[in-house]
């Protein structure tokens, strides 16, 4: 009987109370402890071997970063949605390919050129696995397992075993990689930027909270009103296109590309999203955690070889922060979901 | 219709208007503009239904005064006149009575609309008005087509025949934006919230306040919220998730949502089902307040009490068909349960005396630890026991230890004399247990298996044949009961998800009385589900008494309870505070020990 009292009375009093509070942040510690375990990971590598710190280390990792948080970026949207797109190792395999193979040819075509013939091809593959997904109401899952084979089927029979050497590029492609915009690579820039631009759009526009709703309860999306269909092709494409310019960095990187470039890299770009807190059944999650989940997965590879254990080990270490991730999420959901409803037992 | 064709250059206008950017911004400014001039002809049923109750205004007067009273809320006598007044663009201002409310056009109307899913009839031509600052409530059995109705007014359907207007203009919906922007909220039975996002995204989805560089605006959507949420007195913190809300608190969400895109037709569906007396009271506070601003108000509902309470107007429908719309003053609830459902309901609890025999349940001094304390009580063939009390006092609890699913820390349960295992459903089945859950969705059915799965469900064990289930025999055991009880269904290898409410209750207990039990536990047994078929369930669970079944009933429905049970186990916070037979208990005695006060009889 106590409900009564409770609500009748007009609610001046401030609202939200410790438990809450306790809540907001017990979420916010999600990106907070990726952070944590990488400083820990970093000083832990730094004392062991001092070269860890170098310039030149720091540099590598961020490039090979840059480009799975490219691709992270696009995963994390779709992945957000209730979706998974494993197709992005094979699209950026076509789009690499491509990219290449018309810079060999047309030697004086301006890098805007390459990246957008990236995007272009990226964004046509998303728009496939959109629609599949979408109008031929088959699991994203399904979808994009099959389209994985379809698009590296497609450059494989284009390639036909063939590759594109570094010396038939053109030097601008080639240097493009490590070329340096005050100091900071081209490709951490790219990089920056896009997972910039995606976090912005998923927190502080309509379409980024439409695409959280959409993963959160997809019943109740279509009821809001939200244009389900407009958003969901939106975060397909968004994902191809990320994964399509992902190849043409990869090409300028590593000059030589053949038709199983980016093979299996879609398992490091959903572990990337997964372990960086983006939940598996949509609706939560960031994308600059995911960035952050890329960086970690990235240093733990370089720091395993400076510490000189067996590069084995680090799949098996990969998993573990895969299944560590999604434990910690279900954990903190239970016990906020806890804390929640202490609060309201009045029923 | 002859006023539809006579105008056909108001439509198009309209419909451009309405589906031009739901996203962006739906002020109703121009729609209602448009009223006046529609206010010429109203459509000639509406003029027989208000000639009809003209007669009988007083008898109304009186009625909506008595409910004030009982109700004893403020805004009493005028009740009627307010609304046309809160309207001062109408040139009836002033002199408003309700005669004159009645020739505004209906603020939205459904014309002959037809509505079929394959050889399935939803909906035959039912057309009803629903007026700004009038509560309509819309009455019919579960399956009667009320919630397609309310799927095609929030543009989920599209009608296949007849129209939808609104003020006046026809209006065709291609998805719920368009209804969201042409001013209709929709309250569903089962909340529709995201659970991930905070409470004030989930109020203001689609509809963000903005900066200046289109982002959104995150201080004045949270002081948005706060503001609503001081209107309807909650305290809630308007940025924290909407998961783990209580059922009432995401009901008050959703009427945030409706109140904050300014919704001039609120639909809502069974919004009560799972609320308690005081929050019911509070959401029709805010109901009301709305109804009088000049909203239009569609209600449904299988509480009679709720209609009359709430209800100017009530539209009643039979197998999809339009029965009647009247005055809910003019009609008596016989009156609408009769055109529910076709025929007399002369027994509504028509319990049947039996002489019990022998203790067949037996539970002594069942405790645990902060739900329930020292719970005896012993339950025979052929008995219906009750156990009263408010939501919460343990009842479910009770049940759910005495078979198995929940522990216990002390105590015994004993059936026919032997002890069973704590914490073992499977020892209480095998003892000749059953147990119909509260919740029937989650625990009750498995909603994408086929109906005959789900009635062979807990005995697929004797039914198979080496292991293996063929589905002849699934078949056979499924017919058997699904006619018995008279559940309505296509073919019994749909999936049980597409039933209604009432019918899946019944795929419930023919799940469970197929196994052939001797102690038949039901909780809740006809929440949600409408006259006819509580009337069904519970001659089936007296029927079954009288067969020598021992049952026990969990139920907030007094009526329920005083009419079926042979005796009342009534408990609060966890403790029995009175044992009643048939002829002790009454209304009063009952509700005394549920709160906790002396009975005074």
Redesign the interface.
């Known amino acids: 009987m106590t409900?009564?009292s409770?609500?009748?009375?007009?609610?001046d009093?401030p609202?939200?109370n410790p438990a809450?509070k306790r809540?907001?942040n017990l979420l916010k510690t999600r990106e907070l402890g990726i952070v944590l375990a990488l400083a820990i990971l970093v000083a832990y590598t730094a004392i062991d071997n001092p070269r860890f710190l170098s310039g030149q280390s720091i540099r590598d990792n961020l490039l090979n970063t840059a480009i799975l948080a490219v691709m992270a970026t696009g995963q994390a949207v779709v992945v957000i949605t209730r979706n998974i797109d494993l197709s992005v190792g094979s699209v950026l395999g076509l789009s690499a390919f491509t990219v290449a193979t018309m810079m060999s040819n047309n030697q004086d075509l301006p890098m805007i050129v390459a990246i957008l013939a990236g995007l272009a091809v990226g964004a046509v593959a998303g728009l496939l696995n959109g629609v599949l997904v979408r109008y031929g109401k088959v699991p994203a899952l399904v979808v994009t397992l099959g389209t994985l084979y379809i698009y590296r089927g497609i450059t494989y029979s284009w390639a036909g075993g063939s590759q594109v050497n570094a010396d038939e590029l053109p030097r601008h492609f080639l240097t493009f990689a490590n070329d340096n915009l005050l100091g900071i690579p081209w490709l951490v820039l790219i990089a920056l930027i896009v997972v910039g631009a995606g976090s912005l759009m998923m927190r502080?526009?309509?379409v980024g909270?439409?695409l959280?709703?959409m993963?959160?309860?997809p019943?109740?999306?279509?009821?809001?009103?939200?244009?389900v269909a407009r958003n969901l092709l939106g975060a397909f494409v968004l994902s191809g296109a990320l994964a399509g310019l992902a190849g043409v960095l990869y090409a300028a990187r590593f000059g030589t590309v053949d038709a199983a470039a980016g093979n299996g890299y879609e398992l490091n770009v959903v572990a990337a999203v997964v372990v960086g807190g983006v939940?598996v059944f949509?609706?939560?999650g960031t994308v600059w955690g995911a960035a952050l989940g890329a960086l970690l997965l990235t240093v733990i590879g370089s720091a395993l070889a400076v510490l000189d254990i067996n590069q084995f080990w680090q799949q098996a270490i990969v998993g573990a922060l895969i299944i560590l991730a999604i434990c910690a999420d279900r954990l903190v959901?239970v016990r906020?979901?806890r804390s929640?409803?202490k609060r309201?037992a009045?029923? | 219709m002859a006023e539809a064709n006579a105008r056909p250059e108001n439509r198009p206008a309209q419909n451009s208007q309405i589906k031009n950017d739901?996203?962006t911004d739906h002020s109703p400014g121009p729609a209602t503009n448009e009223t006046t001039q529609d206010k010429a002809a109203p459509p000639t049923r509406e003029k027989a239904a208000q000639d009809s109750a003209a007669p009988d205004k007083q008898a109304a007067q009186e009625q909506q005064d008595n409910v004030a009273q009982e109700k004893a809320a403020p805004p009493a006598p005028d009740e009627t006149t307010k609304p046309a007044s809160t309207r001062p663009t109408q040139a009836t201002t002033g002199t408003a009575k309700r005669d004159n409310k009645n020739h505004e056009p209906a603020r939205l109307e459904v014309r002959n609309v037809s509505k079929s899913f394959g050889a399935v009839a939803a909906v035959q031509g039912v057309s009803f008005p629903l007026h700004p600052g009038e509560a309509h409530a819309l009455v019919g059995e579960n399956g009667a087509g009320k919630s397609t109705i309310v799927k095609m007014l929030?543009?989920?359907h599209r009608p296949d025949t007849g129209t939808l207007r609104v003020d006046g203009s026809d209006v065709d919906f291609s998805?719920?934006?368009?209804?969201?922007?042409a001013g209709i909220a929709?309250i569903?039975q089962e909340p529709?919230?995201?659970?991930?996002?905070s409470v004030a995204?989930n109020i203001a989805?689609?509809n963000?306040p903005?900066t200046r560089l289109?982002?959104?605006d995150r201080k004045q959507m949270h002081a948005n919220a706060?503001r609503l949420?001081?209107r309807l007195?909650?305290?809630?913190?308007?940025?924290?998730?909407a998961?783990?809300?209580?059922?009432?608190?995401q009901q008050l969400v959703e009427i945030a949502k409706a109140l904050s895109a300014e919704a001039r037709v609120l639909i809502m569906d069974e919004p009560t089902a799972a609320l308690?007396a005081?929050?019911v009271e509070?959401l029709f506070a805010v109901v009301r307040s709305l109804r009088d601003e000049g909203a239009a108000i569609m209600f449904i509902s299988h509480r009679f009490e709720e209609i009359t309470a709430l209800c100017q107007r009530v539209t009643i429908m039979r197998d999809g068909r339009h029965v009647a719309t009247e005055m809910v003053a003019d009609l008596s609830v016989d009156d609408m349960i009769r055109r529910m459902v076709g025929r007399d309901l002369s027994a509504l609890f028509p319990k049947q005396e039996v002489e019990p025999g022998e203790v067949v349940l037996e539970v002594e001094g069942l405790s645990r630890e902060g739900v329930f304390r020292d719970i005896s009580f012993s339950v025979r063939a052929g008995e219906i026991v009750a156990l009263a009390g408010l939501?919460?006092a343990g009842r479910s609890e009770v049940m759910q230890a005495v078979f198995g699913v929940d522990p216990y820390d002390s105590g015994t349960v004993k059936v026919h004399g032997r002890r069973l295992k704590r914490n073992e459903p499977r020892a209480a089945m095998a003892a000749g247990m059953a147990l119909v859950p509260e919740d029937r969705r989650q625990q009750g059915l498995v909603m994408d298996l086929s109906i005959e799965r789900n009635v062979t469900l807990p005995r697929a064990r004797k039914l198979a044949r080496l292991g293996l289930l063929f589905g002849g025999t699934e078949r056979e055991a499924a017919e058997t009961w699904t006619r018995r009880l008279q559940t309505k269904l296509g073919r019994l290898s749909d999936a049980v998800g597409t039933l209604s409410g009432g019918n899946q209750q019944k795929v419930v207990l023919a799940k469970w009385l197929a196994t052939g039990p001797k102690l038949l536990i039901v909780d809740e047994p006809t929440r949600g589900i409408d006259v006819g078929t509580k009337a069904e369930v519970h001659r089936l669970m007296s029927s079954l008494a009288a067969d020598g079944l021992a049952v026990v009933m969990v139920s907030s429905e007094l009526p329920e309870v005083l009419g079926m049970a042979d005796r009342i186990i009534v408990l609060r916070e966890g403790r029995v505070t009175a044992e009643l037979t048939r002829g002790e208990a009454t209304e009063e005695s009952v509700m005394y020990a549920a709160m906790g006060q002396e009975v005074a009889v």
């Not at chain 1, 109740?220 to 939200?226: F, N, S, T």
């Not at chain 2, 529709?192 to 996002?197: Q, V």
């Not at chain 2, 998961?243 to 608190?249: F, K, N, T």
């Open positions: 409900v009564t409770n609500r009748s009375a007009p609610t009093a609202l939200g809450q809540a907001g502080n526009y309509r909270r439409e959280y709703a993963g959160s309860s019943a109740a999306a279509e009821l809001a009103g939200i244009k939940a949509g609706g939560s959901a906020i979901g929640l409803r309201d009045h029923v | 739901p996203t929030a543009g989920v998805g719920p934006a368009d209804a969201k922007a929709v569903y529709t919230l995201f659970p991930d996002l995204e989805m689609g963000q903005l289109r982002q959104i706060e949420f001081r007195g909650v305290p809630l913190d308007p940025t924290r998730p998961r783990g809300l209580s059922i009432a608190d308690s005081v929050e509070r939501v919460g």
